[in-house]
């Protein structure tokens, strides 16, 4: 059982930064690639951001490429996500999520590959 909480949200401008955390406790931390998805008002949850195993691999959403950067520390059982250059487009709840099936190098991409989620926390950006 891994336990996930964010933390890092807000309401920021338009052009601003938030860096998003989410904290684990539980299992081996660094057994598990970890991810970041985004759930827009109205909209299906999807993914923004993953990140492998030790974070030798990451995978970025095509919108946020040049913009997010997604980090981990595994001392810490921590994941990082910095937002940079914000959107109103990347308004959301922002939920954390830890596969352990996945493969030493791989970032998962689906919702069902992932067995743990936070409880999210919300990012708005105002124009």
């Known amino acids: 059982q891994v336990h996930l909480v964010e933390s890092g949200g807000g309401l920021v401008q338009a052009g601003g930064s938030l860096r998003l955390s989410c904290a684990a406790s539980g299992r081996t931390f660094s057994g598990y690639a970890m991810g970041w998805f985004r759930q827009a008002p109205g909209k299906e949850r999807a993914l923004v951001a993953a990140t492998s195993k030790i974070g030798y691999r990451t995978y970025y959403t095509d919108s946020v490429k040049g913009r997010f950067t997604i980090s981990r520390d595994n001392a810490k059982n921590t994941i990082y996500l910095q937002m940079n250059s914000l959107k109103p487009e990347d308004t959301g709840v922002y939920y954390c999520?830890?596969?352990?099936?996945?493969?030493?190098?791989?970032?998962?991409?689906?919702?069902?590959?992932?067995?743990?989620w936070g409880q999210g926390t919300q990012v708005t950006v105002s124009s």
């Open positions: 999520a830890a596969d352990g099936g996945a493969g030493l190098f791989q970032t998962p991409t689906h919702q069902d590959d992932y067995d743990y």
